[in-house]
């Protein structure tokens, strides 16, 4: 700070800090007749605060900074020397160092900012600029204008890999590398500035964290002439190597006009969503027209191949704390949290299905067609539309029940999770039961209906056992209420969740007779090896020797049971037959 005002400063004003291992500043102000000068001095300054991102890139080192700005009858002059050494980059998963240093000089006299710098990387230089710009500096208070209609030239040039250059920049969820060479100079004034020169990235790569999308052999050609960048030609390929994009386009260099620009994209084959729950490839033509103030994309995607997956683990939201301050007196005003700004994208595609899409995953396994509308922004993506059941069934502890009806609908209300409504039916023993799978597709809700009517206990009776609820024993009956209460959503089904995750159709405890007359405990597994035809294995404690049965499903309530009765009698083996009226 510089007590010039709102009092002429007299004499020398002087202060130091120290930070760490060193980190000295020193500014100083001297006030003289119709003249006031003020420096400021900083040598050996921990510059860790460059790590812009230090969650993927750490930068440490030391920064040397002195400025001097003078000021005679209004008029502000200066200038800055600003130099980095012993800098270290670090990215995330990485364990060699990068090694870098820079420096960057500014002359501000006659209403023009002269620029020099240059940044080297692995003992090699990597960036260079010279520029003059045309601005004016006022204080009291301090102001930058900036004289677009003033003359200016300058020149960049960059040999090197491009993502040590972007270490020291925000690129937030995104990130970039690839070699680059390129060089630009420019002249006439920043409204209308005359731009000669080229941009060539190979080998590249690109990554947005938040979509996951990828892109691969990334190729990127820019040519500069006169007033326009032209973006000859983009090449990559999706993650899988199996997908292709393609993209032209230019870039007005029209400050009046907020830099208008025009990009074509066409998608072939393309992965361009790979979530682990969902999966798409698709052939797509995409416009994004736009200037400074924000970007429309448009155009049709047609999905190729589309995978969705309910997952049958659900992550739980985090409860709502509240916080108690003890011993607080007087609460202490927090000031508001700044809102992020970020480029407004506009959406407007159309997406359509012309191939099926797969839904699977907690028991379901059914295939959809349908099409909707993409609206919102790239932050806040509103879809709009259907997908209508084409045909699948859903399993419930190995019961099949074929699929009459569903609906997939996006409804825009701020979120991309879909709200899904569909309807199954079987028959167990005459008893018609349909089930209905109803909420978000991320945690849809499971329910059961029965004709003639039954209680719903009845009903999964039948399902896990094939009996009345009369005919089950103790031990059923146990199991049976703790999948009850597990479709109720009041406690977690431990059967259930171990059948599941061992990949089998039936898992249950049942009670069998013994040779002395009694009951003995054992675990029967099933495995449906065809639609309709069961197998079976029962193991007790008390047995080595398993009982297999085959169980058949012939159809209009008929079925036939084969099994081995290894308990009673070594080597027995039974043939049944019965009908469900």
Partial sequence: ECPTRPSPCHGVFERKRERGEGGKSKSMCVSERGR??????????????????????????????????????????????????QVEITRLGETESITAQGKLNGELKNNKLVLQGDLATRDRPLASLEAKFPIRLKSDPWKIDVLNDSA???????????????????????????????????????????????????????????????????????????????????????????????????????????????????????????????????????????????????????????????????????????????????????????AEKSYPLRLNLVIDTPQPVSISGRGLQSEWKGDFVLKGTHLDPRPVGNLELLNGEFSFSGRFFKLTRGSLAFTAEGHLIPHLDLSGATEQQGISIIVNLQGPLNNPQLTFQSVPQLPLSAIISHLLFGQDISEINGLQALQLATAVTNIAGQSPDMLESTRKSLGIDRLSIVSEPNSEGGETISIQVGKYVAKGVLVSISQSAENSAPNISIEVDIGKGFFFQAETDQMQEQGKFGIKWNRNY
């Fill in 36 to 85: 006031e000068r003020a420096l400021y001095t900083i040598s050996d300054f921990p510059n860790d605060c460059l790590s812009i991102n230090p969650l993927e890139v750490s930068i440490i080192g030391k920064l040397d900074l002195q400025t001097e700005i003078t000021e005679t009858q209004r008029e502000v002059e200066g200038f800055f020397q600003a130099a980095l050494a």
């Fill in 152 to 338: 200016t030239e300058g020149k960049f040039q960059l040999d090197g890999q491009i993502e040590d250059f972007l270490d020291f920049f925000n690129l937030r969820s995104n990130w970039l590398q690839g070699r680059c060479i390129s060089h630009f100079s420019w002249t006439n004034t920043l409204n209308n500035p005359l731009v000669d020169g080229s941009l060539e990235l190979t080998d590249g790569y690109y990554e947005n964290y938040l979509t996951a999308a990828q892109l691969t052999d990334l190729h990127i050609q820019i040519e500069a002439k006169t007033n326009i960048l032209h973006l000859k030609s983009l090449t990559a390929k999706d993650r899988k190597q199996t997908g292709t994009v393609f993209a032209d386009g230019q870039l007005q260099l029209n400050l009046e006009q907020k830099f208008p620009f025009h990009v074509h994209f066409a998608f072939q084959d393309f992965l361009f969503m790979d979530l682990g729950f969902a999966s798409a490839k698709a052939n797509s033509t995409i416009d994004v027209t736009g200037n400074l103030n924000g970007a429309l994309a448009e155009g049709e995607v047609h999905v190729i191949h589309s995978d969705l997956t309910i997952p049958e683990n659900l992550t739980k939201s985090p409860p709502n704390l509240e916080v108690v301050y003890l011993n607080a007196q007087k609460p202490i005003p927090m000031p508001p949290p700044l």
